[in-house]
Structure formats: structure tokens, C-alpha cells
């Protein structure tokens, strides 16, 4: 696996824009690359004091940022207004979603909610706003 850039938090956009690894000086804002359904290194995700807590998520599928829009605490806050990509942000989730986002990309995220619970955010999410055929084979979000 590539190391992980240090950054001041001044430099954590310019890392997140360009998709890089990378991890703040005191480590509480940091970057990982997720195998996702399409392959290897296919989600990208930005955290905020450890994995519980992602901020953003693109997904090389669709070519989409996800952000999270629950607060947690100021500082995190602080992390959200530093780590934003300066793209367009597709959808706003809360945190259990965009988590499963992290982990399973988009398309599978909804897949596994559909399946599961059609009134998650998620399931509601692809009813309201995309086909299946859409998000798996086209990608155009």
C-alpha cells in the first residue's frame, strides 16, 4: 500500500481533490483507498478520527463525491469545511449510510439496502432519484 502524505490542514483539500493518501499532522483527519465491487482501489475515502466517522466518499464508479451530513462535534466541523472537495458533492448521507458507501461503493450500498430495508435512506435515495440500470451500468449519477 502507497504511504500516506503528511499535510497541514491548510493542504488537506489539495490532497482530497487530487485523491491522494495523506494524514494531517496530528493524525485526526486522514485518506484511504477501499476495494469496492469494480475493484481494486475504487472508492476513496476521507476520515475524521477514525473510521466511524467518514467525512467524504468518491466512488470512481458513478465519478462521485458522497458527503456526510450529520455533525458530530466543532472540531469535526472544522474537518468537513477543510477535507470538502472542491468538485460537486452528489448526495448528502447520513453517517450509517455514507459508511456503507465507504464500504461497498454506491451501487452496492444500495443494493445491500434495497434488499434489506426499503425505508433506509439509501433505498429511498435510488427510488427517489435513480434506476438500477443507471448507477451499475451506466454510472451517470
Known amino acids: ?35 469496492g465491487p469494480c475493484g481494486r482501489d475504487t472508492i476513496y475515502v476521507v476520515y475524521s478520527y477514525g473510521n ?6 468518491y466512488d470512481v464508479q458513478t465519478q462521485q463525491w458522497y458527503g456526510n451530513k450529520d455533525k458530530y462535534s466543532p472540531t469535526t466541523s ?7 472537495p472542491s468538485e460537486h458533492i ?3 448521507f447520513d453517517t450509517d449510510a455514507l459508511k456503507e458507501v465507504s464500504y461497498f461503493g454506491l451501487a452496492g450500498a444500495v ?16 427510488r427517489q432519484s435513480y434506476s438500477a440500470a443507471a448507477i451499475i451500468n451506466d454510472a451517470t449519477i
Open 1 to 35: 500500500m502507497a504511504s500516506s502524505k503528511r499535510v497541514n490542514n491548510r493542504g488537506i483539500r489539495a490532497c482530497v481533490d487530487r485523491r491522494m493518501l495523506f494524514k494531517n499532522n496530528n493524525g485526526t483527519v486522514y485518506s484511504e483507498w477501499h476495494d
Open 52 to 57: 466511524h466517522f467518514p467525512l467524504y466518499v
Open 78 to 84: 472544522r474537518h468537513q469545511t477543510q477535507a470538502r
Open 90 to 92: 452528489a448526495h448528502w
Open 111 to 126: 443494493d445491500q439496502r434495497m434488499n434489506r430495508d426499503k425505508n433506509h435512506e439509501l433505498a429511498r435515495f435510488f
